[in-house]
T-cell receptor, first 114, second 113 residues
Framework: GAGVSQSPSNKVTEKGKDVELRCDPISGHTALYWYRQSLGQGLEFLIYFQGNSAPDKSGLPSDRFSAERTGGSVSTLTIQRTQQEDSAVYLC????????????FGNGTRLTVT | AQTVTQSQPEMSVQEAETVTLSCTYDTSESDYYLFWYKQPPSRQMILVIRQEAYKQQNATENRFSVNFQKAAKSFSLKISDSQLGDAAMYFCAYRTRGNDMRFGAGTRLTVKP
């Protein structure tokens, strides 16, 4: 497809379970970002991938959160032992490397932890 | 810490009127880009306008324009002739050469008919 694709759109899980969120960026985009958006709030930076460089993980809130990007394309955000405070919309965005490029966002995954 | 501050959690404007959304930021970088994004209830983030920090001239896109004051680190968004479809959350953001991309907390804009 032409845009950033995220799956699933919605995910309901029980507290303590692990979840995986997927992001398929626009082809050719080397930069990929993950953000978390709590209800009615702003975007909280989680992690940034750029090509084959080591990712910037400075925004990950705890060691329960991890992410990988395979082959410089698809990325997976994993949350282990989910907690109710993890409930939020998780947004993925991609762009070309250059900093003057805007980010192109997916529609996000709404995660609800019960 | 590098931050973006949007001091107006909510704003309201009458249809066809003009509204200005405020944004200030703090970065130690000298070269960066600034962006305004719109997020309607559909959740999709839509680019509204962008501004290069080195350009003095304020960016304009149709009914949307910015007032960029680099020394004050201020980047406000003006929406002229407001339309019902402008109702959304608006986020201010900057992106540095190092690709650090940060967003403000957002301003919820309501447009009254």
């Amino acid at each position: 497809g032409a845009g950033v694709s995220q799956s699933p759109s919605n995910k309901v899980t029980e507290k303590g379970k692990d979840v995986e969120l997927r992001c398929d960026p626009i082809s050719g985009h080397t930069a990929l970002y993950w953000y978390r958006q709590s209800l009615g709030q702003g975007l909280e930076f989680l992690i940034y991938f750029q090509g084959n460089s080591a990712p910037d993980k400075s925004g990950l809130p705890s060691d329960r959160f991890s992410a990988e990007r395979t082959g410089g394309s698809v990325s997976t955000l994993t949350i282990q032992r989910t907690q109710q405070e993890d409930s939020a919309v998780y947004l993925c965005a991609s762009s070309p490397y250059t900093y003057n490029s805007p980010l192109h966002f997916g529609n996000g995954t709404r995660l609800t932890v019960t | 810490a590098q931050t973006v501050t949007q001091s107006q959690p909510e704003m309201s404007v009458q249809e066809a009127e003009t509204v200005t959304l405020s944004c200030t930021y703090d970065t130690s970088e000298s070269d960066y880009y600034l962006f305004w994004y719109k997020q309607p209830p559909s959740r999709q983030m839509i680019l509204v306008i962008r501004q290069e920090a080195y350009k003095q001239q304020n960016a304009t896109e149709n009914r949307f324009s910015v007032n960029f004051q680099k020394a004050a680190k201020s980047f406000s968004l003006k929406i002229s002739d407001s339309q019902l479809g402008d109702a959304a959350m608006y986020f201010c953001a900057y992106r540095t050469r190092g690709n650090d991309m940060r967003f403000g907390a957002g301003t919820r804009l309501t447009v009254k008919p």
